[in-house]
């Protein structure tokens, strides 16, 4: 068996192949009377040498496989991705929105200040300066990120303690009311919780109009747990305990207070947005994958060049109507045609098919006189079009004078042959021009000149001057159209 670099791929050597090598090696150079049990002294020299080698297999197949997308891992898959422009996604930090930062009037909050969930939790540090400018002490606002990078948890109400202690700035939640003094509360109540705990009743007897202040004095006095403030009119309650949580549940005094009902707890009343470890082999590989197809994917020339690359394909031309109408050529508006030589068969059309589709632009029909069905990933079938240009087959006779003793013997054939190889190279929609095809003789050896040289698509050919052919048309040639003779 072959092994190393084959035909076919790599192919390692087995720690069992190696060892048996090792013996056959040393039964012929040293002794065929050797004993190479495992349990012998040269048994066990064997098995020691046998792995150290196996070790280079491992490291030369790590080497092959390195050379491919498919198979290659690591820095490996990152440089060898790189030659597409394709790099790993490195690993994000989860970012939260501190929505109930609880600030004294002037306070400012640097950026850079770290907050945590518990005192031992994932820790998360805010992005910007927030200063309170308010006048009186609030709730504001400010964007921070984990620490680390990967999903970091930071459910809602969980990140509650300060870890950069600022004066003014509290880890005691507090909420302040929506609406301003004087209210009508008589024979009223309101229902607070604090910190999760059983539900408080504050009722709110004769004292009609009620002054923010006075709210705030029946609140703190008819509950635990609670502080209260006067702000600019509107209460504003808390809780006495650092990282505890406040909730106006309800009650019928809300309406004129309004208080927000939602529980209030710790800086972040939403879920962190999870942030990504750095991007695993698999995920990069399929997302390589995708970029290529993205890349340059929808324009004419990734669509020809998509063609083109199929084995069943020659050459192929993409022509697009960005107008909403038809247009000369009966293309409809806003489409292309794709129109490939080389396919003759329906599984090749197939096959052609199948590539418009994955590179055309999501709306845009692929127009064409060949019509295939392609179903999609969703399983949902498309009519996908293409054509293959109209051949027309042109016809050649020339007369040359040759040096007969610089000419071959099979001058004339060779003519025919560069003329031919030469029409070859036309693509589609490419007129033919006479003056191009009466200098071909002249590169074979002893060709001093074309006395006679006709050019047509008629058979046999009268013209001299050019063929002009349609975007939809291929000139094609055959030795057996050309007819090549010597000067009289």
């Not at 196996?54 to 490996?76: C, K, M, Q, T």
């Not at 054509?387 to 050649?396: E, F, G, K, L, Q």
């Not at 036309?426 to 006395?451: H, M, R, W």
């Amino acid at each position: 068996m072959t092994y190393g670099l084959t035909d076919t791929g790599f192919v390692k050597k087995t720690l069992e192949v190696i060892k048996q090598e090792l013996k056959e090696e040393q039964l012929d150079a040293i002794s065929a009377e050797l004993n190479l049990l495992e349990t012998s002294l040269f048994g066990q020299i064997n098995g020691i040498v046998g792995d150290k080698l196996r070790e280079l297999w491992d490291l030369a197949l790590a080497v092959y496989r390195a050379g491919f997308p498919d198979s290659a891992s690591g820095e490996a898959l990152d440089q060898i991705a790189s030659i597409t422009g394709a790099t790993r996604l490195d690993a994000t930090p989860s970012t939260v929105t501190l929505d109930q930062l609880f600030l004294e009037d002037t306070v400012t909050v640097p950026a850079g200040s770290v907050v945590s969930v518990g005192s031992t939790g994932a820790r998360f540090v805010t992005l910007e300066d927030v200063t309170n400018s308010t006048g009186y002490n609030a709730t504001l606002s400010v964007d921070a990120e984990s620490e680390d990078t990967g999903p970091i948890a930071g459910y809602a109400g969980t990140i509650d303690t300060i870890q950069t202690a600022v004066s003014g700035w509290s880890d005691k939640p507090a909420v302040t009311a929506a609406n301003s003094e004087t209210y009508t509360l008589d024979d009223l109540y309101l229902e607070v919780q604090v910190d999760e705990g059983e539900i408080q009743n504050v009722n709110f007897n004769a004292g009609n109009p009620w002054s923010s202040e006075d709210v705030k004095a029946a609140i703190v006095g008819q509950t635990t747990g609670i502080e209260g403030w006067d702000i600019n009119g509107k209460p504003r309650i808390g809780t006495t305990t650092s990282g505890g949580s406040i909730k106006v549940v309800g009650g019928t005094a809300n309406a004129q207070i309004g208080f927000p009902t939602a529980l209030i707890k710790g800086f972040n009343s939403e879920d962190a947005t999870p942030g990504t470890n750095i991007e695993e082999d698999p995920a990069f590989r399929t997302r390589r994958e995708q970029l290529l197809r993205v890349v340059g994917a929808g324009t004419v020339e990734a669509i020809r060049a998509a063609v083109v690359a199929l084995d069943v394909v020659e050459q192929a031309v993409v022509f697009e109507n960005v107008t909403l109408v038809t247009d000369g050529d009966g293309l409809p508006g806003k489409s292309f045609e794709v129109i490939a030589q080389g396919p003759s068969q329906d599984d090749e059309y197939q096959e052609v098919c199948e590539k418009i589709w994955e590179v055309k632009p999501a709306g845009i029909e692929a127009h064409g006189d060949i019509s295939k069905t392609v179903t999609d990933s969703q399983d949902i079938e498309h009519t996908i079009k293409m054509s293959v240009p109209t051949p027309v087959p042109i016809y050649i006779e020339c007369e040359i004078d040759v040096d007969s003793d610089l000419f071959p013997a099979d001058g004339l054939s060779q003519v025919e042959t560069a003329l031919k190889a030469y029409g070859d190279t036309l693509e589609v929609g490419e007129s033919v021009y006479a003056i191009q095809f009466k200098c071909v003789p002249l590169n074979v050896a002893g060709v001093l000149d074309v006395t006679v040289f006709k050019i047509d698509d008629v058979d046999p050919p009268v013209g001299t001057g050019n063929i002009v052919l349609t975007k939809r048309e291929l000139a094609t040639f055959d030795v057996d159209d050309i007819d090549v003779s010597l000067k009289v």
